[in-house]
Every structure is written in C-alpha cells, then in structure tokens.
C-alpha cells in the first residue's frame, strides 16, 4: 500500500506571497492533518480534515487555511507568508478522525526570502 | 509531549545494547501516547502507540512504558543497530476530553555507535 504523498517536496517563496501545498492520504484513510516543524518549536499542530470538513484546529493564524476533497486528498494554503513560515509542513493520514496511528508523509519544506 | 527549545538531548549507545528512551508530559488527561521515529530528510515514522488503561505494550524489538502517576513514558528498543539512529519523539492526546490533536515532545536523538 503506498503511504502518504506530499508535493512540492521542496518550495522557495517570497514574503507576502502565497503558497499550496498539496497531500495525499493512504488509500483508504479519510483522515488528514497538517502539522508544522521548526527548530524552535517542534512539531505543532496546524488542523485535521475528515470527511471533507476540518474536525480540528490549531493556535495558528487566519493566514493558514486548508481543504479536503472527496477523495480524502488535503491542501494547505498560506497566504501572505512571512519570514517565520519557513519550516517543514507535514500532513499525517489516518483510517479516522483523531489522533489514532497517524502516518506521516515526508513533508514539503518551504523556504520564504 | 512537553515543548522545548531548540536543543535536543542525545542518547549513545553501543550497537548491540538495550536503548531506553524517556519523555515526560504535562497534562494528566492524556490518554493516547504513541512514539515515532524521524531520520533525516524524512517525515516522523509510527513506531507503536499505547492507550491510558495500559502500563506496558510490546512491538518488534520494542517496548513503551507508561507511568501515568508521575506522567512519564518511555520507549525501549532491544539490541539496537545502526539503523535506529534518528530524532525520537513522543506524541500524547486526550481524546476524552476532546484534545484530539497529538502534542509533541521536543524529541531526543539517538546516536548508534558501531
């Protein structure tokens, strides 16, 4: 069974602009959720998506938002990027709504200048 | 998970030997505890996970233990090989009490010496 897929792998934006990052679940799993890695802060949570509708939410700004289709495939857009965006986003798939045995993608590293 | 800086403590050990890897977290409602595994350039790897109303649960070569009273886990991995060089973390939930979202530990890196 292939495991979760992200794309781009790799991003270089400028501050103010906008970026998509897309991910696509296991076969099968209908769960997604977006997280993001920095030195500084670790691994935090960004939201959850389940069933075409976001279950969960984390303390990030408006500025990040996402979306699930029916086929369960998530995006993430950050508008107005700044500086401190740069990290490692990640989105973790799951059969069901919730923290239970999330798998992970390699992850999309962006890069803002 | 607790949340730290940007320093992450580092376990070595000795290709062959018994790896013990701990991690403390904050809030006692957690409930769902679950570790995994980050090499570099990669995204983190499930390892296993365990529930509250367990203390102890076994996978391949590896054991998590869980001390709800003093909030502590720990992960055990038995005869370790170079190929478990990576950052590890620790992840809780409290799905209970509607914290569904995992909070993760700063992690800890662990160096395989052959």
């Known amino acids: 069974k292939a495991g979760v897929t992200q794309t781009p792998r790799y991003l270089i934006k400028t501050r103010g602009q906008q970026v998509t990052l897309s991910c696509s679940p296991i076969?099968?799993?209908?769960?997604v959720s977006w997280y993001q890695q920095t030195p500084g802060q670790g691994l935090q949570f960004l939201f959850e998506y389940f069933s075409e509708t976001q279950r969960n939410k984390g303390n990030f700004p408006g500025r990040f938002s996402g979306r699930q289709f029916s086929n369960s495939r998530s995006e993430m857009n950050v508008s107005t990027l700044e500086l401190g965006d740069s990290a490692l986003y990640l989105c973790?798939?799951?059969?069901?709504?919730?923290?239970?045995?999330?798998?992970f993608g390699p992850g999309t590293r962006l890069t803002v200048t | 998970g607790e949340s730290v800086g940007l320093h992450l403590p580092t376990l070595s050990v000795q290709e062959g030997d018994n790896s013990i890897i701990n991690c403390a977290y904050s809030n006692s409602a957690s409930d769902y505890f679950i570790w995994y595994k980050q090499e570099s350039g990669k995204g983190p790897q499930f390892i296993i996970d365990i529930r509250s109303n367990m203390d102890k649960r076994q996978g391949q070569r590896v054991t998590v233990l869980l001390n709800k009273t003093v909030k502590h886990l720990s992960l055990q991995i038995a005869a370790t090989q170079p190929g478990d060089s990576a950052v590890y973390f620790c992840?809780?939930?409290?799905?209970?009490?509607?914290?569904?979202?995992?909070?993760f530990g700063s992690g800890t890196r662990l160096q395989v010496q052959p």
């Open positions: 992840a809780d939930s409290g799905m209970d009490t509607g914290r569904r979202a995992l909070t």
């Open positions: 076969s099968g799993h209908r769960s």
């Open positions: 973790a798939s799951s059969a069901s709504y919730g923290p239970l045995e999330q798998y």
